[in-house]
């Protein structure tokens, strides 16, 4: 039974194109993250949604759009992709809206590389 | 900007010694501290969090001490074994601030 789950694993695709990566948590958590881990692992947050609503938007390129359709599911969707996008994307959960003090659970990661 | 500072960027320690990372920060408004785990090809997962209130929290092999005057905290990870060769985060955040500042992380290598 996979907690966070994300779709796809891995993501090769060529510059200039648009592709979607999909998130789902069966923790019943209200609040859902994006973070990007790039090629020094370090981890930088995109986005939050607590109960579908966006709560953080870290100065992220207007190309990156997500979107919750409801409060299981956080899907990213990429506009335009270029070279510096590729890295790892991790979706996460926590319970309540204070998910800054709580655990935070991240799916598996989605390994986008983009030629 | 980072807001947490985390070193070293990498170590490496014999089976069975002590790995020490270090982490600081210069948000005083910062009151959560946790501590997350990453093993090669999967995602984060938490470890060990301590709050401002204590100094020290143990949790088997793994014991975070913090100093609230001097804004550093600290993970030692005692009788260290090839099982635990991983990258380890530091984080901290406010509360209301509805997020985790991470630190850079330190990948730990421990030899058989």
């Known amino acids: 039974d996979t907690a966070v789950s994300q779709t796809p694993k891995y993501l090769v695709t060529q510059m200039g194109n648009d592709k979607s990566i999909k998130c789902e948590q069966n923790?019943?958590?209200?609040?859902m993250y994006w973070y990007k881990q790039d090629s020094k692992k370090f981890l930088k947050i995109m986005f939050s949604?607590?109960?579908?609503?966006?709560?953080i938007n870290e100065t992220v390129p207007n190309r990156f759009s997500p979107k919750s359709p409801d409060k299981a599911h956080l899907n990213l969707h990429i506009n335009s992709l270029e070279l510096g996008d590729s890295a790892v994307y991790f979706c996460?959960?926590?319970?309540?809206?204070?998910?800054?003090?709580?655990?935070?659970?991240f799916g598996p990661g989605t390994r986008l590389l983009v030629l | 900007q980072q807001q947490v500072k985390q070193s070293p960027q990498s170590l490496i320690v014999q089976k069975g010694g002590i790995s020490i990372i270090n982490c600081a920060y210069e948000n005083t408004a910062f009151d959560y501290f946790p501590w997350y785990q990453q093993f090669p090809g999967k995602g984060p997962a938490l470890l060990i969090a301590?709050?401002?209130?204590?100094s020290e929290k143990k949790e088997g092999r793994f014991t975070i001490s913090f100093n609230k005057s001097a804004k550093q905290f600290s993970l030692h990870i005692m009788d260290s074994q090839p099982g635990d060769s991983a990258t380890y985060f530091c984080?901290?955040?406010?509360?209301?601030?509805?997020?985790?500042?991470f630190g850079a992380g330190t990948t730990v290598t421990v030899r058989a």
């Open positions: 949604y607590n109960n579908k609503e966006l709560i």
């Open positions: 923790l019943g958590h209200d609040t």
């Open positions: 996460a959960s926590s319970q309540g809206g204070g998910g800054n003090q709580e655990t935070q659970y």
């Open positions: 301590i709050r401002p209130d204590v």
């Open positions: 984080a901290a955040s406010a509360i209301n601030d509805y997020k985790l500042s």
